[in-house]
Nanobody
Framework: QVQLVESGGGLVQVGGSLRLSCAAS????????MGWYRQAPGKQREQVAT???????NYQDSVKGRFTISRDNAKSTVYLQMNSLNSEDTAVYYC???????????WGQGTQVTVSS
């Protein structure tokens, strides 16, 4: 059974940084597409960044140049380095694992990121 456990969320001031981690277990991590999504109060969940097994990454326009997604296949862990945070980044951040061949997808429980001004 695939399990994803996020960590690293918290309260940070505008302009600050946080690093989220997501550890996966029970999966074939190396072949999976990993992603970070977020959901702000009253809004739909949105994709923030994804990284393929090849290391190719994609970002939502609003986070380009500020966020960096990376993965460590040996540790079955994906990271999201978030810099220059602003109030619009406040949300619950979710880790996602998706197998590209089957499309099967799994979610973590989420971690709260709050940016205060």
């Amino acid at each position: 059974q695939v399990q994803l456990v996020e960590s690293g969320g918290g309260l940070v001031q505008v302009g600050g940084s946080l690093r989220l981690s997501c550890a996966a277990s029970g999966s074939i991590f190396s072949v999976a597409i990993m992603g970070w999504y977020r959901q702000a109060p009253g809004k739909q969940r949105e994709q923030v960044a994804t990284i393929a097994s090849s290391g190719t990454s994609n970002y939502q326009d609003s986070v380009k140049g500020r966020f960096t997604i990376s993965r460590d296949n040996a540790k079955s862990t994906v990271y999201l380095q978030m810099n220059s945070l602003n109030s619009e980044d406040t949300a619950v951040y979710y880790c996602n694992l998706r197998y590209p061949n089957t499309g099967r997808s799994f979610w973590g429980q989420g971690t709260q990121v709050t940016v205060s001004s």
